[in-house]
């Protein structure tokens, strides 16, 4: 499985942005898929996931009622839209696909990232 990720930019706080990760490979549909982040100088920041089905999500409590996750399995996609946007939000986002639900590092597959900056 390939993942590439898409749609970070710059945004003002109290923005939104729409990210994508397309996925390539056998069997994608069946992962489970989820979004990563990480700011300089942090750890890794787990922000959300959602199973194969669709049918279950968690998110984690920093991004909880702002972001949400959601995929296109016809076109082999998972998005994450985030709202309300704060400065705090800066990060690479990085999207990963793995084989179980919950989530279980270490993950199967992940993507080279792609940036959001979330200015004041």
């Given at each position: 499985?390939?993942?590439?990720?898409?749609?970070g930019?710059?945004?003002?706080?109290?923005?939104?942005?729409?990210?994508?990760c397309?996925?390539?490979?056998?069997?994608?549909?069946?992962?489970?898929?989820?979004?990563?982040r990480?700011?300089?100088?942090?750890?890794?920041?787990?922000?959300?996931?959602?199973?194969?089905?669709?049918?279950?999500?968690?998110?984690?409590?920093?991004?909880?009622?702002?972001?949400?996750?959601?995929?296109?399995?016809?076109?082999?996609?998972?998005?994450?839209q985030?709202?309300?946007?704060?400065?705090?939000?800066?990060?690479?986002?990085?999207?990963?696909?793995?084989?179980v639900?919950?989530?279980?590092?270490?993950?199967?597959?992940?993507?080279?990232?792609?940036?959001?900056?979330?200015?004041?």
């Amino acid at each position: 499985v390939q993942l590439q990720a898409s749609g970070g930019g710059l945004v003002q706080a109290g923005g939104s942005l729409r990210l994508s990760c397309a996925g390539s490979g056998r069997n994608f549909n069946s992962y489970t898929m989820a979004w990563f982040r990480q700011a300089p100088g942090n750890e890794r920041e787990f922000v959300a996931a959602m199973d194969w089905s669709g049918s279950r999500t968690s998110y984690g409590d920093s991004v909880k009622g702002r972001f949400t996750i959601s995929r296109d399995k016809a076109k082999n996609t998972v998005h994450l839209q985030l709202n309300s946007l704060k400065p705090e939000d800066t990060a690479v986002y990085y999207c990963v696909a793995d084989r179980v639900w919950p989530l279980r590092s270490p993950y199967d597959h992940w993507g080279q990232g792609t940036l959001v900056t979330v200015s004041s």
